[in-house]
């Protein structure tokens, strides 16, 4: 019954209203009832003594035997003609009552019969009340006053009204309360029903696209709506949503292009073992070709398999614990050396400049070799007879880090290209010059972004068909560090 987030709004409020509404209408409907009786105390009381100072001769007059009880009578008729709800009764010092306008044989005040009288011929200022059920069942609210000449007590007048009427505007207004109340819970209901669809609707929405990117519909996206938290959710949510999508993507590409790399060299393999079991053995010189194409397939294949191992590796960060400072000028130098023998072959410049002191960088020496190799051997490779390929490595702007450019004047790339030329296979078919057995497999590029995003770096590209081509790696530096040795670095 509690399980959907609506129900549970609803009657939470509905609770709490509840309550607050209880508690209120317990305390207010208390005090308007307390205060109905102490109007109606106060009414009866200035009632009672100014008609009680109003028979003061009468019943003087009567006792003394002047004139009879129909003076009285009169007398009492006459001041409480206006409020002919009343029971009055006029009572003897000692109890004995002669005048009664509802009772036409009133009893003797007693205890049972008149406690207000007996409290008013007790008390200090002469006055008494109660709230009683009188002798026809009706609950009545009774004040008794002393009438008194000069301190003598003459007699005692007793006003008495039915409780109905005293708290009939109190009840009045207590239902007039309920009412409100009923009002507020009502409200508050609706205002909890309200809130809950407000939540629980984008909620509803966000688990409706869950499901459907579960099952398997990538494209699928959120409209944000609902308070700043689920908006700020479903956001969240469609980003993710975004960033799955593209690695799965990518991750399907690679899966595809892998598979295709891996069957070409499978397939070639296969063809010359087939050629060898249909009888290419009986001829020597054949066999002995095939064997060695054989040989460098599973070389390339083998080449293959490891850059995509290693480029996992790096990925994964796996080989951070091998981090040591690391001297890049040195690294260009020993780059350019072993590279100029090849650069001399083909008739290219091969030339280095860097500035001293902005080389030294926290990083796994082998990768960024690696990289630096993979940039400079694209370069000679790709660049034609007469070229020039240039090394620089600066400090960035503000010193905070080195920027490593490798330029050549090779044939460029085309601008449709360099958004893919990081993408793992990428290859620009033509561009290669190399022989079967060296064939590129286009990871080249992708292994050197890995290496320079696991070192908190970044690579761009910037080439012009016909003109050449720049990378440029910027590496965060810490030069005047000591290497942090718990983590496993070391100088
Ligand atoms: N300096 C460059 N000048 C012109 N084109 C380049 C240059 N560097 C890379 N390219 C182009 O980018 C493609 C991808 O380069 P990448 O190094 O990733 O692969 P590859 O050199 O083809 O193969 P691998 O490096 O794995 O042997 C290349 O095929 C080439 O067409
Ligand atoms: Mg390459």
Known sequence: MFRTLNTRLIFSHLAVALVSVILVYAFAGRAIFQAAEQQAENRLEDLAFATSNALEEPMHNFLEGEVS???VQVAVAHWLADEPELHYTVYLPEGTPIVDNMDATPTRASVDSAPEVLLALQDGIGEGHTIRYNQFGDEMFYVA???????????????????QNVFAPARGSV?????????????VGIAGWLLGRTIAAPVDTLTRTAHQFSAGDLSVR??????????????TFNSMAGRLEHNINQLRAFVANASHELRTPLTAIRLRVEALQAGATQDPQVSQRFLAEMESEIDRLTNMV???LDLSRIEAGMDTERYEWVD???????????FCVRAQKKGITLEQEHTADTSRILGHEDQLRRAVDNLVANALEYTPEGGRVFISLHPTQGQQGVQ???CDTGPGIAEKHLPHIFDRFFRISGTDTRTQETRSTGL????????????????TVHSKLGEGTTFTITLPCRRDDTPRSQHGYST
């Not at 239902?175 to 409200?187: E, N, P, R, W």
């Not at 959120?222 to 956001?235: C, F, I, K, S, V």
């Open 444 to 459: 080249g590029l992708a292994i050197v972004k890995s290496i320079v995003e696991a070192h908190r770096g970044r690579i």
């Open 404 to 406: 490593l450019a490798i």
């Open 222 to 235: 959120t409209t944000p709506a609902g308070p700043h938290e689920l908006q700020q959710l479903a956001e």
């Open 175 to 187: 239902s007039t309360l309920f009412l409100f109340m009923l009002f507020v819970v009502v409200s």
């Open 328 to 338: 890049l000028a040195i690294l260009v130098q020993e780059t350019s050396d072993i």
């Open 306 to 308: 490891n850059d995509l």
């Open 69 to 71: 009880l129909n003076s």
């Open 145 to 163: 006053v002393r009438i008194e000449h000069e301190d003598e007590l003459l007699g005692l007048l007793r006003l008495g009204i039915p409780t």
